[in-house]
Each structure stands twice: as structure tokens, then as C-alpha cells.
């Protein structure tokens, strides 16, 4: 490992996502990424009796389906690493009960994804782990109880609001080559500028990712033109034109290479508002649909800034603000 | 940094980036469905002031049980909250809109189990309507009670 | 006519709720409840039953007249009763929606499932 800047580290050795998984619910399958999923479900409950549950079985699908692309056994794999939006974790602790290896829950919200990825990497650069699952899950109805209203509620949601992703995504990482190399990663901060409209949490998180953004090319020493893509979560139709206009007022011009995973999820015909979040926003869209990309080689770098808003009902309705967090993590193709 | 995406200007900034709120597009829509549901009730309470030979005030109760059971009924095949973000306060604001409120709240907490999860959670966001509705009726109750006292005698 | 009055009235009280809704930023629960307090007050002065018997349904419907109704019952029996007819009257009127509402949700939380 090598730290660079205050924020960030390259891995001295060589390490991979060998292999992805990715298993959605319905709006994301028929949505314009569908084919790039492995599983899609007809239903929101994925054949199970409750929300939580089909949370559950989207996490166990896409590590399932990711051992099997890769020819393993869950005795080859030395650790798990998972989180997703629920109180406690439950979905990662309980897919856990049923994996028998050393495990490790984690809590950033949407920023999830690459907040598991980086650490995993890092694990494997070090030497602590060979394989490593990461993955991560969240559920529209398992996140619209737990932070919003029944699902069968008739509350009118404004266009700011966004629309929590169903679907779970894993990756494997290891030091057996493939095509996608993670070159290192930048830590966020949480920051909060008092966002308090949790109908927008698109906005309420773009100063985290502008902060992560920024750290992240001056801690690499590298500007926007050094990567094809910087993609973000799930800064929504809100955020994101936000974070281009907040970045280019500090003189980082990301308008040619940015995306936001949100937006790229579904189509505005779809009805999903501002667009798409959730923990499972960022890992679907990246392990299924951008690494695809880049191993038809459209894109050589990218930057995967995951975004996550680190709020609960109870503080939001005690009038506290929104913090947020944003974790980047740098995936590179490797020819040959 | 642009000053205006400083902390203590960031929230207004965000919101100069949200799309416009369609008030009048909201207005019409909550205007028309409320009216709507309201038209229902009136043909009920017709309905039933005609069949049953009622008094417009005993027709009250039939008719808004069967615009509750309607209700609770849409609520059950996952239709009202459709309608509702189409409609906004035109399915909140009629007595649909607490039957909605109670019927997914039951709905929403069935696999906590009977007891616990519909029982107790059946209130949980009809019961401010109730709380509020009860405590404003005794304090206006109380008020006009001492002055009917006072004046009436 | 009663018809055209339920639906213009029922459909103002409903315009008015937008308006708070997307105006004044409050959520639906709020909008609720400012509704049953407005209900109450209204009928405090006299002025509900103005308008149930001018809109019929258009009145009743909306939740405003759950308040009405509160406090409506409340009175009738305090007429009755005295002070604590306050407290025996209230749900007088109010208890067929509740009890409706109890029963309905519950039935049909029995029966059917979240759609999500």
C-alpha cells in the first residue's frame, strides 16, 4: 500500500474484481440496463413472504451468482464483507449466518458499495485475505418502511425525491488477474452544508462527493481528463448538475466525463422521480452495467464516487440536518 | 469556492437547482379527484336517503363507511397510492385518505404479526388526526361550554 | 345542483390542502391534522354546518369534518349533560369512521399483502 495525500492509497500489488454478481428487482430489470444484470425478478418480493426477506434474497443471488461465474466454493473465499440500508445490517447479518467465514458488516448508507470494495482491496493487498466477496443490497419497500411511509401509503412525492434501487450487487476480490484492476482508493468525510429535505437527497449530498472529488485528483495529482468516466451514486437529476457547477467554481471541470448511476438506472418514463438511489444504486449499475463497459474497453479508467446520506427518521424529524459521505474508488482495464 | 456554494448558502443554492413545482397542475389534479371522491359521497348519501328512506344526517353514517371500505379496499390492491401521487390532497384530505392511512399502516406491519404489527401499528399515522382532532374539540368544547354558561345561561 | 356544490367545495377543501402541501411545505400528516383542528374551530363558530347543508357531501368528506363532528357531538350531549357531556359526546358522531376504518384496515390487512 502506498498512502497518497491525507485521503487516499494506491495497492502495491496487483488486485481484481475476478468476478461480479448481480441480481435486481422488477423497475431495474425492465429499466435500460436490464440486460446488463445476471438476475431479475418479475416481482418485488422475489418469491418470498416479506420485504425483508426478498432484500435478503437479491444479497444471497448475487453472491451465489458470483461464485458460480467463477467456479467456486464458498471454501475458497476467506472473507465477507457486506452492508445494505436497514437498521442493524440485517440483511448483510443474516446472509452472513448462512456463509460460514469471517465477516464484516459496514454501514455508509449508499456509499456502501465502494466503502466495501476499498476495504476489501486493501485486505488483499495486504496480504490479510486471497478472496474477499463484498456486497451490498437494498430494497424499495425495505427502505420506503423503514425511512419513508407504508409502501401502500398515499403520500404525493415531490420531483426532488428520488427512488430506492431493489436489487444486490457482489464482487470478488482477489489477485487472480482479470480485466478490471482496483488501482486504489479515496476515503470520504462526512460532511453536512444543513440540508434538511429528506424529499432531495440528491443536493443534501453533493458537497460530500465534491469533497471526495477534489481529494481525491489532488491526492492522485490527477485532473478529470485522466479518467473516461467519474461516475457518481446516486446524486440524482438534482444533485448532479450541482456537483458539475460546484467542482467547475473550483476550477475541476468534470462536465465531458461525468455520470450518475441513478440516472442512469432507469428511464424518465418510469416514474422514478429525480431517479434512482439506495445502497444497491451505485454496486448494480457499476458491477453489471460499467464493467461490461469497460471490458468492451469503452472506457479504460473510471472513478466510482459512491454517495451515501447518513440519516435516520428519528434525528430527521428532531430537525437535525443531513450529513453525508462519498468514498471513490479507481478501477482500471487491464489489457492482455 | 463560488459563494454560493458555501455552507450557509448551499440550501438555497440547491434549490435553485430543483425542477418548478407544477402548482397549478397540482391544484387542477387535487381539485378534480377530491372533487370527485366528494361527488361519490354525495350520490351515496343520496342513495341511501332514497333507498333506505334516511334523513340526510343518518345517511352520514353509510356513506362514509362505504367510502372507507372503498378505500381500504384500494388500498388492499395497491391502486390508492397510485392515485395519490397523481392526486396529492385530493386523496389525502377526504375521509379516503385516513382510511388509507390506517388500512397501509395495517398493511405495511402484517408480517410483524397480528397483534403487534397490525394492532399496534394501525395508528401510527392516523393517530395524530385522532390525537389533534380530540384535544382541539375538547379545549373549542370547554370554551364554548363556559360561555354558553355565561352568556345563555 | 347538490352535486355540482359537493364536488366545487369538496374540491376547494382539497385545492387548499394542495396549496399547504406544496406551498407551505408541510407533509400529508400535518395537512391532516391543521385540517381536523380547522374543523373544529370552524364549527366552534357555528360556520360547518353553513356549509355542510349548502355542500352536503363536498363537506362531510373531507377530514375538516371530522373535527365538526368532534366537536358536534361534544356539544350535543354537554346540552344534555352538562360539562361532562363534553367528554361523553365526542366520538357520538365520529365513531362510525373509526370504527369502520379499525375494522376495514384490518380485514383487509388479513386478506391482502403489501403491492409495494
Known amino acids: 500500500m502506498a498512502k497518497m495525500g491525507r485521503q487516499s492509497w494506491t495497492l502495491n500489488n496487483a488486485v481484481y474484481i475476478e468476478e461480479t454478481g448481480t441480481s435486481v428487482g422488477p423497475k431495474e430489470g425492465k429499466g435500460p440496463l436490464g440486460s446488463s444484470f445476471d438476475k431479475s425478478y418479475e416481482n418485488l418480493y422475489c418469491g418470498e413472504d416479506n420485504w425483508e426477506m426478498a432484500e435478503r434474497k437479491l444479497l444471497q443471488d448475487s453472491i451465489q451468482v ?10 475458497h473465499i476467506d472473507m465477507f464483507i457486506a452492508g445494505d440500508l436497514l437498521n442493524q445490517n440485517v440483511s448483510a447479518n443474516y446472509t452472513a449466518r448462512d456463509m460460514d467465514m469471517s465477516y464484516l458488516g ?37 427502505a420506503e418502511r423503514q425511512f419513508r411511509f407504508p409502501t401502500e401509503y398515499g403520500n404525493q412525492k415531490p420531483e426532488t425525491a428520488t427512488s430506492t434501487a431493489t436489487g ?11 480485466k478490471i484492476r482496483i488501482e486504489g482508493a479515496t476515503i470520504g468525510k462526512v460532511v453536512d452544508f444543513g440540508a434538511t429535505n429528506a424529499f432531495d437527497l440528491g443536493s443534501a ?36 448538475p450541482i456537483l458539475k457547477d460546484m467542482l467547475r467554481s473550483d476550477g475541476i471541470n468534470i462536465d465531458a466525463v461525468h455520470k450518475d448511476c441513478g440516472n442512469l438506472l432507469y428511464t424518465s418514463d418510469q416514474g422514478m422521480l429525480a431517479g434512482g438511489s439506495g445502497t444497491a444504486c451505485s454496486a448494480i449499475v457499476t458491477y453489471g452495467h460499467l464493467l461490461d463497459e469497460m471490458k468492451k474497453g469503452t472506457y479504460k479508467r473510471i472513478l466510482v464516487t459512491a454517495t451515501g446520506a447518513l440519516m435516520s427518521p428519528t434525528v430527521i424529524r428532531q430537525k437535525e440536518s443531513i450529513p453525508a459521505i462519498a468514498h471513490s474508488v479507481v478501477l482500471v482495464r487491464e489489457e492482455g | 469556492m463560488d459563494s454560493k456554494f458555501k455552507k450557509e448558502n448551499y440550501n438555497k443554492t440547491a434549490k435553485s437547482y430543483y425542477p418548478k413545482v407544477p402548482l397549478f397542475r397540482n391544484c387542477l389534479k387535487a381539485f378534480l379527484v377530491g372533487g370527485f371522491i366528494c361527488l361519490i359521497g354525495e350520490l351515496l348519501t343520496k ?10 344526517q343518518e345517511a352520514g353514517t353509510p356513506t362514509v363507511t ?36 390506517i388500512t397501509s ?19 401510527k399515522l392516523a393517530g395524530s388526526v385522532i390525537v389533534f382532532g380530540v384535544t382541539s374539540a375538547y379545549i373549542v368544547g370547554i370554551i364554548r361550554y363556559v360561555f354558553n354558561q355565561l352568556v345563555g345561561g | 345542483m347538490d352535486f355540482f356544490w359537493a364536488f366545487v367545495i369538496g374540491g376547494l377543501i382539497c385545492v387548499v390542502g394542495q396549496l399547504l402541501l406544496d406551498v407551505a411545505k408541510m407533509d400529508a400528516g400535518h395537512v391532516m391534522s391543521t385540517f381536523v383542528v380547522a374543523g373544529c374551530v370552524l364549527d366552534g363558530f357555528d360556520l360547518y354546518d353553513n356549509l355542510i347543508s349548502f355542500a352536503g357531501a363536498g363537506a362531510t368528506v373531507p377530514i375538516t369534518s371530522f373535527g365538526h363532528s368532534l366537536l358536534h357531538g361534544a356539544m350535543e350531549q354537554a346540552d344534555k349533560h352538562g360539562f361532562w357531556g363534553i367528554a361523553l359526546g365526542m366520538f357520538q358522531l365520529t365513531s362510525a369512521g373509526i370504527a369502520a376504518a379499525i375494522l376495514f384496515g384490518f380485514l383487509v390487512a388479513v386478506f391482502f399483502k403489501p403491492k409495494g
Not at chain 1, 444486490?168 to 482479470?178: D, I, N, Q, T, Y
Request: charged share 15%.
Open chain 1, 66 to 75: 458470483t461464485l458460480e461465474k467463477a467456479g467456486l466454493k464458498p471454501q
Open chain 1, 106 to 142: 459496514m454501514f455508509g448508507a449508499c456509499s456502501t458499495s465502494m466503502e466495501t470494495l476499498a476495504i476489501a482491496s486493501q485486505l488483499v493487498d495486504a496480504g490479510a485475505a486471497d478472496r474477499i466477496l463484498t456486497a451490498v443490497s437494498s430494497h424499495n419497500a425495505t
Open chain 1, 168 to 178: 444486490a450487487g457482489c464482487a470478488l476480490v482477489s489477485r487472480e488477474k482479470s
Open chain 1, 205 to 240: 449530498m453533493v458537497p460530500a462527493a465534491h469533497d471526495t472529488i477534489k481529494r481525491h485528483l489532488s491526492d492522485f495529482g490527477r485532473t478529470p481528463a485522466d479518467y473516461d468516466l467519474i461516475v457518481t451514486g446516486d446524486l440524482s437529476s438534482v444533485g448532479s
Open chain 2, 47 to 56: 342513495f341511501y336517503m332514497q333507498v333506505f328512506d334516511m334523513s340526510q
Open chain 2, 66 to 101: 362505504t367510502l372507507i371500505l372503498l378505500s381500504a379496499l384500494l388500498t388492499g390492491i395497491g391502486v390508492y397510492d397510485r392515485i395519490a401521487q397523481f392526486a396529492g390532497a385530493g386523496t389525502a384530505v377526504p375521509v379516503t385518505g385516513f382510511a388509507n392511512s
Open chain 2, 105 to 123: 399502516a395495517a398493511l405495511e406491519f402484517k408480517s410483524e404479526g397480528y397483534v403487534l404489527g397490525i394492532g399496534g401499528n394501525m395508528f
